[in-house]
């Protein structure tokens, strides 16, 4: 078995890496790094002859950081089926339309023709088939099962019968997400993991973090309101739903951007949220539906993306307060820099604490492991952590 990372070891973006089992050579995610200040240095580090030998691909999730590459591949070459869930797959497609916006506003060169995005040989993963093994090649199989970090995101294990090796790809995950559920993988040890370390040796504990948010809303709703800047997928559906309550509670409006909503309405399946969430999430459809035929003005909170950013649709006077759980993309950076508004950033956790790590680590014993998705200081202190926690009962 062998291991190439083209991006996303040691660097927090361009998630992008090789796993070559048997003789096949499967790629898991396919990413840019938005903050990168060269082309080079934000796609994937692969050449046309890496590209070209690929025999299928795999996605964890929709994020820029795991999927904007893939019609730079495909464009380099890249002829295989792209396995995902259909969430991940449509959620892509609109990261791709953000991204187009971004890079125009940004003046950053797209080293790619748009059709290569149409080009993409999508296969959804059938869902209702989640937790059973599914056949790949011959001789290899792999399962998939949800991590918690956005809708429709999976981990990944593949097996090979040949060599009887086996490879786990946990893609950005948490066990912490308000609405995401989180499905172990079998238990069986693997021989190699590859781990999100996004967090490092962080400790603080999800509960923490939402009251910290939860704070800055009361400090700042009742006097001019709150923008809260969320991405796409993931903690935006966290946080609207956390936010139901609250604003139910304090009798406050929120609304948050069409986009955002048009998204949430692709999402309606009961078996991607953790039992209960989904009624919540319909009832909230409904009622903003019903204020916006209606007209109505002076919503308290407002959850936007880069998207409404970028159309210049805010209704910012510049006397909003703007909140983010980051990271903070270029556009809302750009935004906050010209309407001099004080960006506030809250953490709230979309990737594992050490506890989750720790747990994930001990219940695969990989004979091997990676961990990913950060800086070189950060992996390192990770990884030393749970080389010591395979030896205490800490
Ligand atoms: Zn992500
Ligand atoms: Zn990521």
Known sequence: MQFISYGGVNEYGRSCFLIEISGRRILVDCGISKSAKTVRERYPNFSEADVQRI???????????????????????????????AETIAQTRAYFQLWEKTAALEGLPIPYHKEAEEQIDFRPIDMAAAGEWKPLFDEIEYIAGANGHA????????????SE???????????????????????TSVDFAVLDGANGVCRSKQADCIADVLSQLDEHVPHNGVLFHVPLAGKSQDWLYLLLSFCKQRDLRMEAEPFLMQELEKLMHEDLFKSGIFRDFSKFLNVQAGIMESGETEPKITLLTDFTLLNG????????????????????????????????????????????ST??????????????????????????????AAFSSL
């Open 55 to 85: 025999d299928a691909v795999f996605i964890t999730h929709s994020h820029e950081d795991h999927t904007l590459a893939l019609p730079y591949a495909v464009s380099l070459g890249l002829n295989a089926p792209v396995f995902a869930s």
């Open 151 to 162: 809708p429709g995101s999976l981990w990944y294990l593949f097996y090979d019968r040949a």
């Open 165 to 187: 090796e086996s490879v786990f790809f946990s893609g950005d995950y948490t066990m912490s997400s308000a609405v995401f559920p989180f499905d172990w993988p079998p238990a």
């Open 313 to 356: 649709a805010v209704r910012a006077q510049g006397k909003e307060a703007m909140l983010t759980t980051g990271p903070v993309s270029p556009v809302l950076k750009r935004y906050v820099e010209e309407e001099n508004m004080p960006l506030t950033k809250l953490p709230y956790h979309v990737h594992p604490t050490l506890t989750e």
């Open 359 to 388: 747990a994930l680590y001990r219940h695969l014993q990989p004979t091997s492991f990676i961990c990913t998705h950060a800086p070189k200081e950060t992996t390192e202190q990770l990884e030393a952590a749970l080389r010591r």
